[in-house]
């Protein structure tokens, strides 16, 4: 039902309908057609305009101004309609309608297999389907002798700490930083920013219409976590500046015993958890190359994680080595200022231009995110579609394709022409700038990046790109290859994270004695659905092996889809009063084979490119080859068949 406060603020808005016609310029035409279908019901509309909706992305809307106009009236018709009678908005989605309305919106096909997920993701109701709730009421003297600890308050951490508390599960989160954010706290380097559209880089269950980018800076992202964190007042239940060291399995309490230290005056203590849940991610923990000579540099160097602000970069010489996600936000920010950007570069990524990457939201926009009806919504599925599964079929390997090295199959080659034209016409007078910024393996082999005028950076007077390799460091610069000494001021390390040693430097110690990484082999992090590790009892992981998302999509949907597997499992020991799971070696050896062999088949596993997706074996350790909805659907239900349970002790 409409509450008082949606037919109030429905009267207030269609009260002035030349104002709310004036707003309404500034909407997306798809968004505001399923808006139209969605309550008015009348589906000749999709007709008229699905043919001008060419794909996803609000660029791709051709739709004349004259049929806009038109859609503009009646969308405001429909609002006053539901205004003037008083009939509540419908939250259900229209079955009937849906294929065709889903067509229109996106310019693609959907196939069924996505409507649940859509209907999750897009929540019209606005009651968080991917809430677990009680199935019977727990038994609350066990309910409150349980204790939940939540290692790290990210972008997970906060989302596991709003589940654990609706749940009214107790818990601790214990935070290194002094503040909630993680990523986003850490990394203040310039430049910094998200490349997946935020509308739907965000939790599902709070859609912030007030986002002042389409790709927000990090500052911004910083606090809608922070916002979080407070919305749900987490704070009095997370322990700012303390780190967790050790967690060990105490088989005869069946508990957790965790060794946190506190950072203030380096002390330590010792908590005990029912179970622990590991947020702290795997983009965490700089990873500063072995580089001959890097100690002995005379000038500032640091990590972009660890960016020192006090340094003054402007007017310096400035090297910079690594060109990820990190290295290639910084270089654009930071090339107007100083006096030369030396980059080097051990092999190129591929980026693409996307239109909104640079724009802001108007506030005319926000106000049509925040007053339509169910406009955010579908606003926001545009956004999940277009970054999500569309482009996986691109990464699958055609073995009858010729060019395996470059390309894997047709749609992929077409990738690549694409990528190539791009950076030809941004640097296309230098024919060997092209050669040294065009990757040798196929498009989305490493992370596929935004073009933020990366190119465009690399043709300016100040800008060497050396493709030379390091040789080593010395205290007035960098020394290449070829003898080569590239005088720096500074030295930013681009050089990415440590993936490969998952939960390092924290020592998990499980059942059998063993630590995490002592079963890993230091750089082969496995989990079963990347959340549970046979031997380690009641261990959750979040955004763990395998779990990162390489082809499109959000790293909140994953987090959300493991925060949803955990509860469910945190709900199963609760309600039947054992005291622990473990995921037994069948499920979980079952799991690694389909994972590699389905990346047998990805471009994750191209013998061509080296990345933090992948370890030294070549075994893709870090990327899912899963397309969103497979994922989705393999975690939505917690199988406790998969699952050993112990009972609780009873004292003799
Ligand atoms: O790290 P990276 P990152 N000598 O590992 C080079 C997320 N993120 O911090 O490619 C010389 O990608 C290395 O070279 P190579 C996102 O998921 C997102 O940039 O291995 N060079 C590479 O160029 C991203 O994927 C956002 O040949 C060395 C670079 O350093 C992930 O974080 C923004 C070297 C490392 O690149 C990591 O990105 C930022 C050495 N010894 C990050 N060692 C957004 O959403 C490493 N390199 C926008």
Not at 85 to 103: A, N, Q, S, W
Not at 534 to 563: K, M, R
Request: glycine share 6%.
């Amino acid at each position: 039902m409409m509450s008082t406060i949606d037919q109030q603020n429905l009267k207030a808005i269609v009260s002035d309908r030349a104002a709310l016609i004036e707003h309404l310029k500034y909407a997306d035409t798809a968004p505001l057609l399923m808006v139209l279908v969605h309550l008015g019901g009348d589906p000749a509309w999709l007709d008229r305009i699905a043919p001008h909706i060419k794909g996803p992305w609000s660029f791709h809307d051709e739709t004349p101004d004259a049929l806009r106009a038109e859609l503009r009236e009646a969308v405001a018709d429909v609002l006053a309609d539901y205004a003037a009678t008083g009939r509540p908005l419908p939250t259900e989605l229209p079955m009937d309608l849906l294929p065709r309305m889903l067509r229109a919106c996106t310019g693609q096909e959907v196939p069924p297999e996505y409507y649940p997920m859509v209907g999750e993701e897009m929540d019209l109701a606005g009651t968080d389907p991917k809430t677990v709730h009680w199935r019977a009421t727990p038994d609350p003297t066990r309910l409150a002798a349980f204790q939940v600890l939540v290692v790290g308050a990210g972008f997970s951490g906060v989302g596991m700490g709003i589940k654990l508390k609706e749940a009214g599960i107790p818990f601790v989160i214990i935070e290194k930083n002094e503040d909630v954010g993680g990523t986003w706290y850490e990394n203040t380097y310039p430049g910094i920013g998200v490349d997946t559209a935020n509308h739907f880089y965000s939790y599902s269950f709070d859609n912030n219409n007030d986002w002042d980018h389409f790709f927000a800076h990090g500052d911004e992202i910083e606090a809608y976590i922070q916002r979080n964190a407070e919305r749900h007042a987490l704070r009095d239940q997370i322990r700012f500046s303390e780190e967790v060291l050790t967690l060990r399995w105490d088989e005869p309490s069946l508990l957790w015993h965790a060794e946190i230290r506190r950072k203030k005056d380096d002390s330590t203590y010792t908590m005990t958890a029912n179970a622990v849940v590991s947020a702290v991610g795997m983009l965490n923990r700089p990873k500063v190359p072995p580089l001959k000579g890097l100690e002995s540099f005379a000038g500032p160097k640091f990590h972009t994680a660890r960016w020192d602000h006090s340094v003054d970069y402007k007017g310096k010489r400035v090297g910079m080595i690594g060109t990820g996600a990190s290295g290639m936000q910084v270089g654009p920010a930071i090339q107007p200022f100083v006096k030369n950007l030396t980059i080097f570069q051990r092999s190129p990524h591929w980026a693409m231009l996307n239109p909104l990457y640079f724009e802001n939201v108007s506030d005319a926009k926000k106000w049509v995110l925040n007053h339509i009806p169910f406009y955010t919504k579908w606003f926001r599925f545009q956004l999940f579609w277009s970054s999500s599964d569309t482009f996986h079929h691109n990464l699958r390997v055609d073995p009858n394709w010729p060019d395996q090295a470059h390309s894997l199959n047709a749609a992929n080659a077409e990738v690549r022409k694409a990528l190539e034209a791009h950076i030809a016409s941004e640097v296309g007078h230098d024919p060997e700038l092209i050669r040294k910024a065009t990757p040798d393996y196929p498009p989305y082999g490493k992370r596929m990046l935004r073009d933020n005028h990366w190119y465009r950076m690399l043709t300016r007077d100040n800008v060497d790109l050396v493709t030379e390799q390091i040789d080593h460091v010395e205290p007035e610069g960098v020394v290449t290859s070829d003898g080569t000494l590239h005088p720096c001021d500074m030295l930013v390390l681009a050089t990415g994270f440590e993936t490969r040693r998952m939960l390092w430097p924290m020592q998990v110690e499980g059942r059998g004695g063993a630590t995490i990484l002592e079963r890993w082999g230091d750089e082969d992090p496995r989990a079963h659905l990347g959340i549970t590790v046979p031997e380690f009892p009641n261990f959750f992981l979040i955004y763990g092996p395998n779990t990162n998302l390489a082809h499109g999509g959000s790293a909140v949907f994953h987090s959300e889809c493991q925060v949803r597997y955990i509860m469910q499992g945190l709900r199963e020991l609760i309600e039947t009063g054992q005291a622990a799971l473990e995921v037994m070696p069948e499920p979980f050896w079952d799991y690694q084979e389909r994972v590699d062999a389905a990346h047998r088949q990805l471009v994750w596993s191209h013998p061509g490119v080296t990345s933090w997706y992948k370890n030294g074996a070549g075994r893709v350790h870090a990327a899912s080859p899963w397309r969103l909805v497979d994922y989705r659907n393999m975690t939505a239900v917690f199988d406790p068949a998969e699952y050993e349970f112990t009972a609780v002790k009873v004292p003799a």
